[in-house]
């Protein structure tokens, strides 16, 4: 008996040139969304994409998801902790004594 080839077709495209049944298809395998399931996957000329495995019975698809990275919220989140201007304790000190240079508090207030 002579032994059948069995060997899967392999495809990477992308999610959105996927047949509108084969799309339903990754959504129910991936219920949850794509985000634990993605790997990165690098180009030889330096690029990278994100993708996900799917299979069926013929073809082995390295489905390609489009992912949207914002590199200015990481920009932004750095500036607030190390482009602001540092006190030190002695400035933190002056801050508050001159605050209440006239000697009231919240408590002192006339009616």
């Known amino acids: ?3 059948q080839n069995t060997t899967k077709k392999h495809i ?3 999610f959105h040139n996927l047949s509108a049944e084969l799309q ?3 959504k129910e395998k991936y219920p949850l969304g794509f ?7 690098d180009k030889p000329n330096g690029d990278f994409f994100y993708a996900v495995s799917f299979d069926t019975a ?3 698809y390295l489905v ?3 992912v949207k990275i914002d590199d200015n919220a990481q920009e932004e989140d750095d500036k607030d902790y190390y482009y ?3 006190k030190g304790a002695d400035d933190l000190q002056d801050d508050g004594s001159s605050e209440n240079a006239g000697g009231s508090t919240d408590d002192d207030i006339d009616i």
Do not use: G
């Open 1 to 3: 008996m002579a032994k």
């Open 12 to 14: 990477v495209t992308s």
């Open 24 to 26: 339903e298809a990754v």
């Open 35 to 41: 985000t634990d399931a993605m790997m990165r996957v």
């Open 58 to 60: 013929d073809v082995a």
């Open 64 to 66: 390609k998801i489009d």
């Open 84 to 86: 602001d201007e540092l």
